[in-house]
């Protein structure tokens, strides 16, 4: 659990219990998820690179920090993932969003590609993979995989609650790749669901239950 990150500010956990709840509308389980998900952008971002740079206050000239490097890329795994990218995009507006499409097969729940867009330099810039929940983690594998295959090396994984059994399996493939998460809860049923979990994230922000 080295290369895992469990977020317990108190403002984290406190929307986390407030999603957890079955009676949450639908509108106010979106709302939670932009809000928790800028709080998690806040701390996967932490430790980006800083250079100084030469401004103008209003008193004098300085040298002043600011983000080095190349615009960091958000990699949402459709649909649920979207959820968190407004958030993030509030604490980080000149980043570029990357989107890919993955869906669950309901009989081997395998993850299967439909959609993948991404910058044409995604190689050159650290990219933020975003999904809700990290259940049986074979979504996240083969959307790192992707990743890889267009050249990225430098990638951290963000999710509300990850489960056990996914945690050991995505770093079982991707050890170098770090996770932030809300939550590590107790296991995953027989469905490939997090327990106790929150239920279907995506339904649960678009309505579709």
Not at 46 to 56: Q, S, Y
Not at 124 to 131: G, H, K, N, Q, W
Request: hydrophobic share 45%; charged share 20%.
């Amino acid at each position: 659990m080295n290369k895992v990150t469990v977020v317990d500010h108190p403002l984290v956990q406190h929307k986390l219990t407030l999603m957890r709840d079955k009676n949450r509308s639908t509108k106010g389980f979106r709302q939670l998820l932009h809000e928790i998900g800028m709080l998690l952008c806040y701390e996967v971002t932490r430790d980006l690179p800083l250079e100084m740079t030469e401004i103008e206050t209003p008193l004098q000239t300085m040298m002043a920090p600011q983000i080095g490097g190349k615009k960091l890329v958000f990699a949402p795994i459709l649909r649920a993932g979207l959820g968190f990218v407004d958030g993030m995009l509030e604490l980080v507006p000149s980043a570029r969003v990357a989107h890919i499409g993955l869906y669950r097969d309901p009989a081997t729940l395998t993850a299967v590609e439909y959609y993948f867009k991404a910058p044409e330099d995604v190689a050159e810039r650290l990219v933020v993979i975003i999904d809700p929940m990290l259940a049986t983690a074979n979504s996240a594998i083969a959307a790192v995989d992707r990743l890889k295959e267009r050249g990225v090396t430098n990638m951290r994984f963000v999710c509300l609650l990850a489960a056990p059994e996914g945690v050991a399996k995505f770093h079982a493939h991707h050890p170098e790749v770090g996770i932030w998460t809300a939550s590590i809860d107790s296991h995953l049923n027989d469905h490939g669901y997090i327990v106790p979990g929150l239920g279907d994230a995506g339904d649960r922000m678009f309505g579709t239950k």
